[in-house]
């Protein structure tokens, strides 16, 4: 099986109801994690320092899966001013938390080792991503994963998944 490691859309910060833990570590350990929205490109998965929240729908087409390595917990979403000023009839979906728990490569879900620390998924997780409509996110075969810049999503639709 394929994994990739996965730049999702940074629309937003830690909200001021957010309980931290642990928030030096990488990914920041939460308790309680409230998202606020600076703005949104309309993917359904966001982040802030390797803590992701994605759409409820798209929650439920990946539990589907049966995946291994991940946890959904309840979010607070919140929009900042600025999104207000700038979206002021724009409505979000709801959205909940994602728990990385799994190994990179291994589960379906799991973070790299090093470089950031950032989120891996098995290739069938990816195409219930894409079908449910990210066209903002970055992605990489964790094998060409170098921690630099990733391949543009475009790229990600040449690889040619499989079915």
Not at 40 to 56: H, L, S
Not at 91 to 120: N, R
Not at 135 to 143: D, I, N, S, W
């Amino acid at each position: 099986m394929r994994f990739y490691v996965l730049l999702p859309e940074v629309a937003g910060h830690f909200g001021s109801e957010t309980i931290f833990i642990d928030q030096v570590a990488r990914p920041p350990i939460l308790a309680r994690f409230h998202y606020e929205f600076e703005g949104w490109q309309g993917d359904p998965i966001v982040e802030t320092m390797r803590c992701y929240i994605v759409t409820k729908a798209l929650r439920d087409r990946i539990l589907s899966l049966s995946p291994t390595g991940v946890a959904f917990l309840e979010a607070k979403v919140s929009k900042s001013e600025e999104f207000i000023e700038r979206h002021p009839n724009r409505v979000l979906p709801d959205f909940t938390w994602l728990q990385v728990k799994g190994a990179g490569g291994l589960d379906d879900f799991g973070y790299t080792k090093e470089s950031g620390h950032c989120i891996v998924v098995s290739e069938r997780v990816l195409k219930i991503i894409l079908e449910v409509g990210a066209t903002f996110l970055e992605a990489v075969e964790l094998c060409n994963w170098k921690g630099a810049k990733v391949a543009t999503l475009e790229k990600i639709h040449r690889l040619k998944l499989r079915s």
